[in-house]
Every structure is written in structure tokens, then in C-alpha cells.
């Protein structure tokens, strides 16, 4: 079955540790943090205080998704301040491999993204060296954006690929999933669902659309 992993960027960050218990008891897998720097995309969001006083809150793995420029000078802190898993861009740095071994280090698990335009033979030598591969489905730096529909293509290659190179990496999708495309993405080979608006929505409790995005999965 694949996690749902609800990304707290579209929460009320005025609630945001009731937000989170609310994911975690309508019964998320992960919780997904999007950290900005107003430099590799054009917003700032959360940095590391957010990271450690989630970590307080709630027992759920902590994604902590990096959209900032030479994550090498941070990886390792979001690690200290209570990530799980923390994925950088591959377009953000010169040094993937070494982000990577610093982020194994220091004893969190260790993901790349890459985006909607990146050429996915940018995790080819990598792979093996990941335990989680993130694409992009929307253009980074903004929540609720529509889904890109060449996305279910691009996944469909990247789990080709890492079913050849590593069968245990985990891949994520990340960028207007919904109950709609939620089935598809799993079918063509997505193990792990981001979803904002989706979850924090406001029309209906984080709960009920937790349900419908475990329904759809089920479909």
C-alpha cells in the first residue's frame, strides 16, 4: 500500500501542531515539510525550528523536502533537529553524492528531487545511493498548483529505472495529488503520495480526505 504523506505547506501554520496530530491520528504515514529559501524557488517557508518542534509533536516519520541552494551547508542541521528522511534538488548543488553520504551520516535517510523539466537521467548514477527518488509533478516553490500531466510518464520511467538499478528506493511524487490521480500514480509505480490541498483543504476534515485518498489508492 502506498504512504500518504501530508505536506504541512498547505496547513494553518497558526495550528500547525494540531494539524499535524490530526494527520497522524486520521492515520498518515509521513509527515512531509517543505523548507524554501526564497532563492531555488521563489518563496520561504519553514526552516529548522519548525523541523524540531513538529518532532515534539508527533511520532510520524518527518520528510523533510529541501528547495534551497547548496543543501550541503544544511543537511545535516534538519537531520540534528529531528528529520527522518531529507531529499535535496538535484538542481540545487554540484555535490549530490556528497549531500547524500552526509545526510547517511548523520543518520537520517537520504532522498533527491528533481523537476518537472530535469532529465531523469539525473538519478541514473545515483540511484543506488538513495533510498528515496522524488519527482516533481508541479513546479516547485507554491502549493496548490495542478498537476502536470506529462508527470504520469516521467514516472512511469523513473520506476522502470529504479526497479532495475534498486528495487528498495522508494519513489515519491510530490505536486497536485488528488483522489483523482491518486490510483494512477500508484498503478504506474509511485510508492509514497505528497498531498497538501488535497489533505489541508478546509472543506472537509483532514480525516475524511485522508479516507478518500486511502479509497482511491484501494480503487
Known amino acids: ?14 495550528r500547525l501542531a494540531e494539524e499535524v496530530e490530526a494527520a497522524e491520528a486520521a492515520g498518515a504515514d509521513w509527515v512531509h515539510l517543505d523548507v524554501m529559501d526564497g532563492r531555488f524557488v521563489p518563496n520561504i517557508t519553514m526552516g529548522l525550528v ?17 528547495m534551497i541552494v547548496e543543501p550541503e551547508r544544511y543537511a545535516e542541521r534538519f537531520v540534528a533537529a529531528g528529520a527522518n528522511i531529507v531529499t535535496f534538488h538535484a538542481e540545487a548543488t554540484p555535490h549530490a ?11 537520517a535517510k537520504a532522498g533527491m528531487a528533481v523537476n518537472p523539466a ?4 539525473r538519478f541514473e548514477d545515483l ?9 516533481m509533478s508541479v513546479n516547485p516553490g ?3 498548483q495542478a498537476f502536470i ?3 504520469f510518464a516521467r514516472l512511469e520511467r523513473l520506476a522502470a529505472m529504479r526497479d532495475r538499478l534498486n528495487p528498495e528506493a522508494k519513489i515519491e511524487i510530490d505536486g497536485g495529488v488528488s483522489v483523482e490521480n491518486a490510483a ?18 478546509r472543506k472537509s476534515s483532514v480525516a475524511e480526505n485522508i479516507s478518500a485518498l486511502r479509497n482511491a489508492i484501494a480503487s
Open 97 to 107: 553524492h556528497r549531500v547524500l553520504q552526509m545526510i547517511r551520516r548523520a543518520g
Open 50 to 66: 519548525v523541523v524540531k518542534s513538529l518532532r515534539a509533536v508527533t511520532r510520524l516519520t518527518l520528510d523533510v523536502h529541501l
Open 142 to 144: 507554491f502549493g496548490g
Open 118 to 121: 530535469t532529465p531523469l537521467d
Open 127 to 135: 540511484l543506488e545511493d538513495l533510498d528515496l527518488a522524488l519527482l
Open 149 to 151: 500531466p506529462r508527470s
Open 184 to 201: 494512477k500514480l500508484v498503478r504506474l509505480g509511485a510508492d509514497v503520495l505528497v498531498a497538501g490541498s488535497a489533505i489541508f483543504n
Open 1 to 14: 500500500m502506498a504512504l500518504i504523506a501530508p505536506s504541512i505547506l498547505s496547513a494553518d501554520f497558526a
